[in-house]
Nanobody, 124 residues
Framework: DVQLQASGGGLVQAGGSLRVSCAASGFNFDGHNIAWFRQAPGKEREVVSCFNSGDDSTYYADSVKGRFTISRDVAKKMVYLQMNTLKAEDTAVYYC?????????????????WGQGTQVTVSS
């Protein structure tokens, strides 16, 4: 079975750090690009960061650039999102996703695989 298991969310104070993880199984991990999305209450889901499996390049939304870092461990089939200098507006459910087409990935539609999400709450 295909699985993307997100974990590591929690409650953190503004200015703090948190790392969320995503464990992949059941599909060709190295052949898929990985992204983190988030959805805050009452808001639409938005892309946070993408990792291009073809050339290891990364993309970050302007709102997290310089604070968040995406990485992956191919051997462990893990993807990470290190989040530093967290702000209250980073509060959301964070989802990992995988897809073979990096060009359309940031739009978050019709992606191959989605994880179940992990809650990140930043208190101000």
């Amino acid at each position: 079975d295909v699985q993307l298991q997100a974990s590591g969310g929690g409650l953190v104070q503004a200015g703090g750090s948190l790392r969320v993880s995503c464990a992949a199984s059941g599909f060709n991990f190295d052949g898929h690009n990985i992204a983190w999305f988030r959805q805050a209450p009452g808001k639409e889901r938005e892309v946070v960061s993408c990792f291009n499996s073809g050339d290891d390049s990364t993309y970050y939304a302007d709102s997290v650039k310089g604070r968040f870092t995406i990485s992956r461990d191919v051997a462990k089939k893990m993807v990470y999102l290190q989040m530093n200098t967290l702000k209250a507006e980073d509060t959301a459910v964070y989802y990992c996703a995988a897809d073979r087409d990096i060009a359309t990935m940031p739009m978050g539609k019709y992606l191959d695989h989605w994880g179940q999400g992990t809650q990140v709450t930043v208190s101000s």
